[in-house]
């Protein structure tokens, strides 16, 4: 479930209510849409398949996995898949040992995916567990899919730069000064990092 309509309106209205600053690029942008990703290990399986290569590139593989592997990408049967198959779709070495290392922890039950701790850096860490899974996939999971509503990816170069440009800052924010920056908007950082985005090369800003 991601952050409703309301939610992110809600937040933004408190981050504004914090720093005013912020209330110009508002009255311009306009409040996001919410950002929804299904739950569970397929939107992570995505996630890995998409990493470092075009839009495009990821959708191609992704067709190419429904077809070798059937429509609900079962992790079993991705295991089930030598070096070659998994290759002819598109998956590179190193990508192939994180979809392994994913589907691994899903069937034999070390990962519950419905289940993760409710605290939000004991559920990042579980989830950094997979191989190729790193703090800002897992920040994006728990943010788009489960809906959690204080996740702040300081890391993302997007939000680095919107803090830049919103707050009027001398030079983009490294990602611990952002993580620093940021701590005055808790618990509604989530819709925060939303805002930031969709301010991030909007026209009308």
């Known amino acids: 479930m991601s952050l409703s309509v309301e939610q992110i309106r809600e937040g933004i209205d408190h981050a504004v209510a ?4 912020l209330a110009p690029a508002l009255a311009a942008a306009g409040y996001p849409a919410p950002r929804i990703r299904p739950t569970g290990y397929r939107t992570l399986l995505r996630t890995i398949v998409g990493q ?3 839009v495009a590139a990821a959708a191609s593989v992704w067709n190419k996995l429904e077809i070798e592997l059937g429509e609900d990408i079962a992790p079993d ?4 898949r030598d070096h070659d198959q998994l290759r002819a779709c598109g998956l590179s070495r190193q990508k192939q040992g994180y979809a ?7 069937v034999n039950d070390e990962l519950d995916l419905n289940n993760l701790p409710d605290d939000d850096e004991a559920a ?5 567990r997979i191989k190729g899974i790193g703090r800002w996939s897992a920040e994006i999971y728990l943010l788009f ?3 959690r509503a204080d996740i702040w990816p300081a890391g993302d170069l997007a939000v680095q730069a919107a803090m830049h440009k919103l707050l009027g800052l001398d030079e ?3 990602e611990k000064e952002a993580r620093i920056l ?7 950082r989530g819709a925060l990092a939303i805002f930031s985005w969709h301010c991030y090369d909007n026209p009308a800003l």
């Open 145 to 147: 899919a489960e809906g």
């Open 52 to 54: 470092q290569v075009s």
């Open 100 to 106: 392994r290392s994913l589907c691994e922890l899903v």
């Open 18 to 21: 914090v720093e005013p600053a």
């Open 77 to 80: 049967e991705l295991l089930a």
């Open 182 to 188: 940021a701590e005055r908007f808790s618990p509604h």
């Open 124 to 128: 990042i860490a579980e989830l950094t």
């Open 172 to 174: 983009r924010p490294s």
